[in-house]
């Protein structure tokens, strides 16, 4: 069960709010890809500016979410992207804490179906094939969590925050997790 107010990311058991360890890596690497590609630069571009040894496999794992970083090596990550730690760690919590639009949207699959941009091709396909699916029984709204909208941003070759962005540019930019 969600917890209200802590969005995708936790449960509570009695007065123990549970972490899910893999979305909250899954989205701390999608930030620090974002901050490194919002610099222009390559990973080995990124490796270059770190103090410590870093292997460009182990940044790629850090940046897909399947490997742990130490707070020590997020620092130091974060000082080479001029990044401050602590700002970074905040909009991780936004997003996996709370019903933020990027932690989980709903979204008009018919809006998606009239949406002529050719990136959102592999989206487009998906909601007219579940549009078809449900022949009007069901609504023409879902709502798709952190992991769906990162994997449809994989499919659509674009970031998650990119993706986002598009989905609010649908709903003439209301935000559409209301």
């Known amino acids: 069960m969600s917890v209200s107010g802590r969005g995708p990311g936790a449960t509570r058991e009695g007065a123990i709010v549970l972490l899910d360890t893999g979305t909250y890596q899954r989205v701390l690497g999608d930030e620090l890809r974002r901050l490194r590609k919002q610099r222009g630069w390559t990973r080995r571009d990124l490796n270059r500016r770190l103090q410590s040894d870093i292997s460009l496999q182990t940044l790629a794992t850090y940046e897909l979410g399947t490997r742990q970083c130490s707070v020590v090596r997020l620092v130091e990550i974060c ?4 990044e401050v730690p602590h700002e970074l760690i905040a909009r991780v919590h936004q997003r996996v804490f709370s019903h933020s ?28 094939g579940k549009l078809a699916e449900s022949n009007g029984t069901h609504p023409a709204e879902v709502s ?8 449809m941003a994989e499919l659509c070759n674009l970031e998650t925050v990119e993706l986002i962005a598009r989905l609010r540019s649908m709903t003439g930019g209301a935000d559409p997790g209301d």
């Open 101 to 128: 639009p990027v932690g989980a949207i709903r979204v008009d699959l018919r809006q998606v179906v009239q949406d002529t941009r050719p990136e959102l091709l592999p989206f487009r396909r998906w909601a007219k």
């Open 144 to 151: 798709l969590d952190i992991s769906a909208l990162e994997r």
């Open 79 to 82: 000082l080479a992207l001029d």
